[in-house]
Structures are given as structure tokens and as C-alpha cells.
């Protein structure tokens, strides 16, 4: 192997190594956006489970307050591109499950680019792996074999 050919797989493997960084980060946001997501519906369905709509808002560096929700039968949802609709409980619970669906499909797709990905990482790590082990043993002398007979017991 030589010199460019090992600098080429250094490059790929290093190009690869960025992507695989970006689906690790993508993987990360879309288990997010699913926690939310779960989250959310288990908000929603015990609004309407109780009689009393009392919450806890979080409103940002550790506080909160204790706020009443005049209308739990009705949710804003942000359905992308700052689309929001108004929908039923019901309705935004199971928009929810279907995002959720859809996040987890996605994120099994990127998964799987991963693996591909780090499989062909793996690929180019053990030709290099082999090139290093061809250049030294090239650059190493081979060892020399020296027939020395002592004759002293004449």
C-alpha cells in the first residue's frame, strides 16, 4: 500500500468519522423531540382525567408556577414551518402517537446509516491497520541467520 492510498483512507475515514458525529447528533434530537412528545400526551391525557386543571408551568431558569388551564379540551399544536392548529385533547394526542411513530421510523433509519456507517469505518481502520503492518515489516530487515558452530570442544 502506498503513501497515497494510505492518506486517502485517512481522509475517508476521517470524513465518515464527522458523519457519523451528525447522525449521533440527529439521533439525540429525535429521541428529544420523541421524550417531549410522550411527555406532552401524558400532560394531555391527565388533564382531562382530572377535575381540577391545575399545572405546574415552568417558566424557564428553575421556576414554576401553578397555573389553571381554562380549556383542556382545547390544545395549540405547532405542526411545523409555525403552523399552529387548534385541536381536541383527543385529536392532539393522537397527532402526538402518530409524530411519535414517525420519529421512531426515522430514527431507526438513521440508526441503521449509522451502523452501515461505522461498518465501513471499521473496513477502512483494518486496510490501514494492514497497510502500517505491511510498511514496517518492509522498513524492518529481515533477520539474519548466521550458522556459528563452536568448535572448542576439540
Known amino acids: 500500500m502506498d ?5 486517502t483512507l485517512q481522509y475517508y475515514l476521517k470524513e465518515y468519522g464527522q458523519q457519523a458525529e ?3 447528533g440527529q439521533l439525540e434530537l429525535m429521541e428529544n423531540g420523541r421524550m417531549e412528545a410522550l411527555a406532552a ?7 382531562v382525567a382530572t377535575d ?7 417558566i424557564g431558569g428553575g421556576a414554576s408556577l401553578k397555573a389553571k388551564i ?8 405547532n405542526i411545523g414551518s409555525d403552523v399552529i392548529v387548534e385541536k381536541t385533547n383527543a385529536d392532539a394526542v393522537s397527532y402526538l402517537k402518530d409524530r411519535i411513530t414517525e420519529m421512531e ?5 438513521v ?3 449509522l451502523d452501515k456507517l461505522k461498518g465501513q469505518m471499521n473496513e477502512i ?3 490501514l491497520e494492514q497497510g502500517y503492518r505491511q510498511a514496517s515489516a518492509a522498513e524492518s530487515p529481515a533477520p539474519h541467520r548466521h550458522n556459528h558452530e563452536d568448535n572448542d570442544e576439540e
Do not use: C, G
Not at 3 to 7: A, F, L, N, S, Y
Open 22 to 24: 451528525v447522525f449521533a
Open 125 to 127: 481502520a483494518k486496510r
Open 52 to 58: 381540577d386543571s391545575t399545572v405546574l408551568l415552568q
Open 70 to 77: 381554562l380549556e383542556p379540551e382545547k390544545v395549540l399544536l
Open 105 to 109: 421510523a426515522s430514527q431507526k433509519k
Open 41 to 47: 400526551i401524558e400532560a394531555l391525557e391527565a388533564l
Open 3 to 7: 503513501q497515497r492510498e494510505v492518506e
Open 111 to 113: 440508526a441503521d446509516a
